[in-house]
């Protein structure tokens, strides 16, 4: 069965400074893809950075990066001299890549509410 | 605009109502998928379509029903409304060239009074 874990309800971070949001994910399939999504107060969802169960390097997307650990299966977002317009909800995800299709449904986490103080 | 659409962003309905949640997919993506995000379960996925055949299917409760057209866009049915419906319903879509290319819509806010 496929699980995202994110055990962290809530995050406080000052501007500027750096956070990482945490998430473990669980699959028995060699080949899966890793996603980020930002939900701001308004709902829409939002992409943000993906990784390949195969990619060598950790993704990165401007202020964005994902630190994946395959073997401990950790899929940490890290968000850079953060802004106040990133408080949001973020909300990591999954899909398994059955017979080599990325047409997958995606698995969410429950999310993480992250809130920027001046 | 993210290039899906979804129509209303709103909807306010009565218990054992029945309502139809519309969605048109980004130009060229052939996969739609609805997903209920409630503050209890979180996000669930509803279920599939690709090119008008259903793909897959999730957590979708009897009273619920979809389907894609013809021309691509998609329709979830919900009817019997339930208080426990209430619900920001989203659709997204994916194409096989994209390698993480799901693009959601904007969402409609579902409430049942």
């Known amino acids: 069965a496929q699980k995202i874990t994110q055990t962290q309800p809530g995050m406080f971070v000052q501007e500027k400074e750096a956070v990482t949001l945490d998430c473990t994910y669980d699959?028995?399939?060699?080949?899966?893809?890793l996603f980020w999504y930002k939900q701001p107060s308004s709902g829409e969802m939002i992409f943000l950075i993906y990784?390949?169960?195969?990619?060598?390097q950790n993704a990165t997307e401007g202020r964005y990066s994902l630190n994946f650990q395959k073997a401990r299966k950790s899929a940490n977002l890290v968000i850079s001299a953060s802004q106040l317009g990133d408080s949001a909800m973020y909300f990591c995800?999954?899909?398994?890549?059955?017979?080599?299709?990325?047409?997958?449904?995606?698995?969410f986490g429950r999310g993480t509410q992250l809130t920027v103080w001046p | 605009d993210s290039g899906v659409t979804q129509t209303p962003k709103h909807l306010i309905t009565a218990t054992g109502q029945r309502v139809t949640l519309r969605c048109s997919p980004r130009?060229?993506?052939?996969?739609v998928y609805w997903y209920q995000q409630s503050l209890d379960q979180g996000l669930q996925f509803l279920i599939q379509?690709?090119?008008?055949?259903?793909?897959a299917k999730g957590n979708i409760l009897e009273r619920f029903s979809a389907q894609q057209f013809p021309d691509l866009h998609s329709e979830l049915n919900l009817s019997s409304l339930e208080l426990g419906d209430s619900a920001l319903y989203f659709c997204?879509?994916?194409?096989?060239?994209?390698?993480?290319?799901?693009?959601f819509g904007s969402g409609t806010r579902l409430t049942v009074v």
């Open positions: 997204a879509s994916s194409s096989r060239d994209s390698n993480y290319g799901y693009t």
């Open positions: 699959t028995s399939d060699p080949s899966y893809g």
């Open positions: 990784q390949g169960s195969y990619d060598q």
């Open positions: 995800a999954m899909r398994v890549n059955l017979g080599g299709s990325t047409l997958g449904r995606l698995y």
């Open positions: 130009s060229g993506d052939l996969s």
């Open positions: 379509y690709y090119n008008g055949e259903e793909r």
